[in-house]
T-cell receptor, first 113, second 115 residues
């Protein structure tokens, strides 16, 4: 079992729709959770961090965390073609220290006009 | 505020050689982490430095090493290069104290090709 799992996609959504990206993790002691966006040929860009159960909203983005289910998700409202990228879920493991990020393989999102 | 910078951006080396990559963190950030990204393995953690000390290490052979200087700048070194070391090497910095200490911001990366 991989430590952080994501559907590879591609997830295809029409412009203006809500894109829902999901991530599960295996380390029950994980404390910090992050979503990054990576455009082709570029480095990852931090979108959101979340540390507590529940929702956290930032503009068109909402991160949701459920530690009991070991599940974190990212919702993108009013999706735009410029949101087309690979979205990486990252988790800090319990024993690895807060600055060791374990990444999922990423979900490719395609927003079509 | 300037972002994370990495030099060089591209590098071509021959098997058996060694290479040194450099990273300058965001001003005020004291933690620097290094990652390797390949199509097959994705993003993998190499090591993390804080106050010139290695705090965390990933599952990479000893050929991969790093260090951090008093100004928080960091270097990583790969000795005896192998073809499989061809990858994008990413550096990320975080505050480590105060604010949101755990958010990591990535530099543009160094693309290493080993021939």
């Amino acid at each position: 079992q991989k430590e952080v799992e994501q559907n590879s996609g591609p997830l295809s959504v029409p412009e203006g729709a809500i894109a829902s990206l999901n991530c599960t993790y295996s380390d029950r002691g994980s404390q910090s959770f992050f979503w990054y966006r990576q455009y082709s040929g570029k480095s990852p860009e931090l979108i959101m961090s979340i540390y507590s159960n529940g929702d956290k909203e930032d503009g068109r983005f909402t991160a949701q965390l459920n530690k009991a289910s070991q599940y974190v998700s990212l919702l993108i409202r009013d999706s735009q073609p410029s949101d087309s990228a690979t979205y990486l879920c990252a988790v800090t493991p319990f024993s690895g220290g807060y600055n060791k990020l374990i990444f999922g393989a990423g979900t490719r999102l395609a927003v079509h006009p | 505020k300037a972002g994370v910078t990495q030099t060089p951006r591209y590098l071509i080396k021959t098997r058996g050689q060694q290479v040194t990559l450099s990273c300058s963190p965001i001003s005020g950030h004291r933690s620097v982490s290094w990652y390797q990204q390949t199509p097959g393995q994705g993003l993998q953690f190499l090591f993390e430095y804080f106050s010139e000390t290695q705090r965390n290490k990933g599952n990479f052979p000893g050929r991969f090493s790093g260090r951090q200087f008093s100004n928080s700048r960091s270097e990583m070194n790969v000795s005896t290069l192998e073809l499989g070391d061809s990858a994008l090497y990413l550096c990320a910095s975080s505050l480590a104290e105060g604010g949101d200490p755990y958010e990591q911001y990535f530099g543009p990366g160094t693309r290493l090709t080993v021939t």
